[in-house]
Antibody, heavy 115, light 108 residues
Framework: QVQLQESGPGLVKPSETLSLTCTVS????????WSWIRQPAGKGLEWIGR???????NYNPSLKSRVTMSVDTSKNHFSLKLSFLTPADTAVYYC?????????WGQGTLVTVSS | EIVMTQSPATLSVSPGERATLSCRAS??????LAWYQQKPGQAPRLLIY???TRATGIPARFSGSGSETEFTLTVSSLQSEDFAVYYC??????????FGQGTKVEIK
């Protein structure tokens, strides 16, 4: 069973850029889509976007102008950058293996946007 | 974007009883529909994909059915560990994949 672990800052200031990394262990990162999904406290799940191991990306249109995703197969990890943060971006951010559905999730990391 | 609508928002069920959760898509998603269970403080867990295929390790009391726009998740006999929030998700049309708003199954 592949395992995923998010890492990054828990607190980011408004207007700044969030950078998160997801490290994949127990399996290869190759030949899969890898996604980022977020969940504000007490609310539902929102798909941010996904990256294939070739570097090809697909983003949620609602966030597309602020999102950049990348993958580093040599390090078995993939990354998310979300720019121009506002308090509305405060959420638990999950990384995930995307088969269309998600069969493996990271534990999630809480990101708070506050000055 | 395909909108997924789940009902009811909250379902009160006694242990041992059957729970039936519904999910409706705003347009056909064929059978590209998954169900997840989420407990407080945890990541979601995949239960069902392909509308009716149980994921690895999921007990047989969980079953999924439906196609096109109407889907159902049934828990045949609720155990204490089944009280949680359940989400449906379509993976038929990108962008993006979309989730329902969730159904909370609580103890009656």
């Amino acid at each position: 069973q592949v395992q995923l672990q998010e890492s990054g800052p828990g607190l980011v200031k408004p207007s700044e850029t969030l950078s998160l990394t997801c490290t994949v262990s127990g399996g290869s990162i190759s030949n899969y889509y890898w996604s980022w999904i977020r969940q504000p406290a007490g609310k539902g799940l929102e798909w941010i976007g996904r990256v294939y191991t070739t570097g090809s990306t697909n983003y949620n249109p609602s966030l597309k102008s602020r999102v950049t995703m990348s993958v580093d197969t040599s390090k078995n990890h993939f990354s998310l950058k979300l720019s121009f943060l506002t308090p509305a971006d405060t959420a638990v951010y999950y990384c995930a293996r995307d088969l269309g559905y998600v069969d493996s999730w990271g534990q999630g990391t809480l990101v708070t946007v506050s000055s | 974007e395909i909108v997924m609508t789940q009902s009811p928002a909250t379902l009160s069920v006694s242990p041992g009883e059957r729970a039936t959760l519904s999910c409706r898509a705003s347009q056909s998603v064929s059978i590209n529909l998954a169900w997840y269970q989420q407990k407080p403080g945890q990541a979601p867990r995949l239960l069902i994909y392909g509308a009716s295929t149980r994921a690895t390790g999921i007990p047989a009391r969980f079953s999924g059915s439906g196609s096109e726009t109407e889907f159902t998740l049934t828990v045949s006999s609720l155990q204490s560990e089944d009280f949680a929030v359940y989400y449906c998700q379509q993976y038929h049309n990108w962008p993006p994949w979309t989730f329902g708003q969730g159904t909370k199954v609580e103890i009656k």
